[in-house]
């Protein structure tokens, strides 16, 4: 993305011209805020209509909680999960049966359950526990990324270090690099298809570099691979992921990955069903901590699912129809975006082929100014720099959107309001530049 020069500048606009287009920006916005909106787009949430998808869910047990092998889900037990949504699960995350974990409605409680493990108990037993190691503990973070993952590295007491994210995924020479320095490095987050916020599918060359980087990580690294969005695609032509654990079995190291994946934007976004894959080692010393925390997830809800999606091909159509509620709203985003910066080379943003966010890049300096007036005018967005960890963006410019929720008409009060706020702020930032020349 272009950075803000005097040069530049002077090739744009003069001053005149700059007070003269601030003024007209600060016009516009004064009209924009006269609206009183009261818009949100600081999540990625499945609109109602989308929620409406599934409410066959409701009823479709009808009495029949007794399963073929005689467990009967309204009482105790099954720990990791009834099979089938077990079977469900290894489907949608391309695994073996005996690789799958079946739970609750969360896979972040899973995740930060792993953790938490793997530091106290340690990943494959207690010989390997991360607390005995000798020195602050680090984790790897693609940047832009998911700030939820992050909060759980940052309250585990993790130092996070931060991994551009590029057009096929996390830089691999910096991973590389990094974890062959410092031991001290026990993992990275990764969302590996239609990246959350950026919506990268990471290529084929860049997930076989992951599968081989425990030969230079060390046994007890760990790849934390939410496929978040492994169906969410907005078209029936996005790009494939490649099958990591495939690979990782290829090349003998099948206990660097640990999976996970959920329901929670294909049925219910808070009753849905998480999902954790690994190998039966790892899996093995997990669930022994697991089986002292709950004596098994809900399995009526998990029942109501399976009966609900039968399977990944009855999950692929369910998927369209999300598809069909979300595709118009990134294409009338892009389209507010196209014709507000048209011609400019000052701003930036992703087309994603699937998931729930577009990243937007602003000049250098500008993110939390933007998402600050445009919150004023009553559109909130995700706060600047929550895409990176600690919630500090070193340059001040990546703004998350999610155009789920909100309606088409909303979007076309939103964006406009969006785009204003960008140009106002860049006008404003180009006459300080100006002036202290």
Not at 325 to 332: A, M, N, Q
Not at 401 to 429: C, G, H, N, W
Request: with cysteine.
């Amino acid at each position: 993305m272009a950075t803000v020069t005097p040069d530049h500048l002077d090739r744009q606009l003069g001053m005149s011209a700059l007070v003269a287009r601030e003024r007209d920006l600060a016009i516009q916005y004064a009209e924009h805020c006269g609206a009183k909106l009261q818009l949100d787009l600081t999540r990625g949430k499945p609109s109602p209509e989308q929620a409406a998808l599934s409410d066959g869910l409701e009823q479709i047990v009808c009495g029949n909680y007794v399963l073929d092998d005689g467990t009967d889900v309204r009482n105790y037990g099954g720990l990791i999960g009834i099979r089938d949504a077990r079977q469900l699960g290894a489907a949608l995350l391309g695994v073996r049966n005996d690789e799958i974990v079946a739970g609750g409605n969360s896979s972040l409680t899973l995740m930060y359950q792993y953790l938490f493990s793997a530091w106290l108990y340690g990943p494959l037993g207690p010989e390997t526990a991360w607390r005995l190691e000798p020195g602050p503990l680090k984790f790897l973070c693609v940047v832009p990324g998911y700030d939820r993952h992050f909060t759980i590295t940052e309250d585990l007491g993790f130092t996070l270090i931060n991994v551009r994210m590029g057009s096929d995924g996390p830089n691999m020479d910096q991973v590389e690099d990094l974890v062959s320095e410092d031991p001290l490095i026990k993992g990275i987050w990764c969302v590996p298809k239609h990246s959350n916020p950026t919506g990268q599918v990471y290529s084929a060359d860049v997930v076989e570099r992951f599968a081989k980087l425990a030969t230079l990580a060390g046994p007890n690294f760990r790849i934390m691979w939410d496929n978040a969005y492994a169906v969410h695609d907005l078209d029936d032509q996005a790009p494939v992921l490649t099958n990591l654990m495939d690979l990782c079995r290829r090349e003998n190291t099948v206990n660097s990955v640990v999976m996970f994946g959920s329901t929670s934007k294909i049925t219910r976004a808070g009753a849905g069903i998480a999902f954790m894959a690994a190998s039966p080692d790892n899996l093995s010393h997990f669930t022994k901590r697991l089986a002292v925390q709950t004596i098994g997830p809900d399995k009526l809800n998990q029942l109501r699912h399976v009966l609900f999606l039968k399977d990944l091909h009855g999950i692929r159509a369910h998927m369209r129809r999300h598809a069909a509620l979300i595709r118009p709203k990134f294409e009338r985003v892009y389209q507010h975006l196209t014709d507000g910066f048209r011609g400019s080379d000052l701003v930036s943003w992703t087309t994603p082929r699937g998931g729930y966010f577009l990243s937007f890049d602003a000049p250098k300096g500008l993110a939390t100014e933007i998402v600050r007036i445009t919150g004023e005018a009553g559109v909130k967005l995700t706060p600047a720099g929550a895409t990176f960890p600690y919630g500090h963006d070193p340059e001040d410019s990546n703004i998350r959107l999610a155009p789920t929720y909100p309606s088409l008409v909303e979007i076309d009060q939103a964006i406009p309001v969006f785009v204003t706020a960008v140009k106002l702020a860049m006008a404003r930032q180009q006459l300080a530049l100006h002036e202290d020349q």
